[in-house]
């Protein structure tokens, strides 16, 4: 079984920084796109950054210059660096990623974290 686990999330001050991390666990061999997503109360679900096996990024455009999306391949860990917060970036954080193969005959599609509560408040 593939989990994705966020941990980091918490509440921060604007102009304040917080780092989230997830880890995905089970018999993996590889991941592709990995992926942030976030969810504010009575908006939808957004994209706010993604991240392929090869290192290439891309961010929305609300967060482009201050957050940052990384990954460890070897620990199959995706961190996203978020830097001068702002009260609009209150949101549940959400990892995703689209493709896990694992040691087994099918990969795991469509994967998603239970999502990390991110406040920014003063």
């Not at 995905?24 to 976030?38: H, L, Q, T, V």
């Not at 950054?49 to 961010?59: D, K, L, R």
């Not at 990954?71 to 949101?91: C, F, G, H, I, W």
């Given at each position: 079984?593939?989990?994705?686990?966020?941990s980091?999330g918490?509440?921060?001050q604007?102009?304040?920084s917080?780092?989230?991390?997830?880890?995905?666990s089970?018999s993996?061999?590889?991941?592709?796109?990995?992926?942030?997503?976030?969810?504010?109360?009575?908006?939808?679900r957004?994209?706010?950054?993604?991240?392929?096996?090869?290192?290439n990024?891309?961010?929305?455009?609300?967060?482009?210059?201050?957050?940052?999306?990384?990954?460890?391949?070897?620990?199959?860990t995706?961190?996203?660096?978020?830097?001068?917060l702002?009260?609009?970036?209150?949101?549940?954080?959400?990892?995703?990623?689209?493709?896990?193969?694992?040691?087994?005959?099918?990969?795991?599609?469509?994967?998603?974290?239970?999502?990390?509560l991110?406040?920014?408040?003063?």
């Amino acid at each position: 079984q593939v989990q994705l686990v966020e941990s980091g999330g918490g509440l921060a001050q604007p102009g304040g920084s917080l780092r989230l991390s997830c880890a995905a666990s089970g018999s993996i061999f590889s991941i592709n796109d990995m992926g942030w997503y976030r969810k504010a109360p009575g908006k939808e679900r957004e994209l706010v950054a993604i991240i392929t096996s090869g290192g290439n990024t891309n961010y929305a455009d609300s967060v482009k210059g201050r957050f940052t999306i990384s990954r460890d391949n070897a620990k199959n860990t995706v961190y996203l660096q978020m830097n001068s917060l702002k009260p609009e970036d209150t949101a549940v954080y959400y990892c995703h990623a689209d493709r896990i193969r694992v040691y087994g005959p099918r990969p795991v599609l469509d994967v998603w974290g239970q999502g990390t509560l991110v406040t920014v408040s003063s």
